[in-house]
């Protein structure tokens, strides 16, 4: 897939060095594999949902399920825009954000 920017991971390795390893690894993985589709995305990576506050954004666990990538993923065009590269409480603030802000 197109990773349109590298600098939210590059972000995300400075901000959570412990989860470095993890971080890399995923932008490498969507870099190199072209997903056609969730169900084969979640091939390897399981832990991937859909973040029901906005259309075609997704949900990641990284880092031993220590983050989250919010990420938007166009499935047919190949395109990964990362969002957010979050802990889960600041996931749980971006979610209550998009709830109460929608589309």
């Not at 969002?83 to 802000?101: G, M, Q, S, V």
């Amino acid at each position: 897939m197109h990773v349109i920017s590298k600098e939210p991971f590059e972000e995300a390795v400075k901000r959570y060095p412990n989860d470095s390893l993890a971080i890399r690894a995923l932008y490498r993985l969507v870099r190199e594999t072209d997903f056609s589709s969730p169900a084969e995305m979640r091939t390897l990576i399981p832990s991937l949902d859909n973040f029901k506050y906005r259309n075609k954004w997704w949900v990641l666990d990284i880092g031993g399920n220590n983050l989250r990538v919010i990420a938007y993923i166009n499935f047919v065009n190949k395109r990964f825009y990362v969002k957010h590269i979050a802990t889960h409480a600041d996931y749980d603030k971006l979610t209550r954000y998009y709830r109460e802000n929608k589309e």
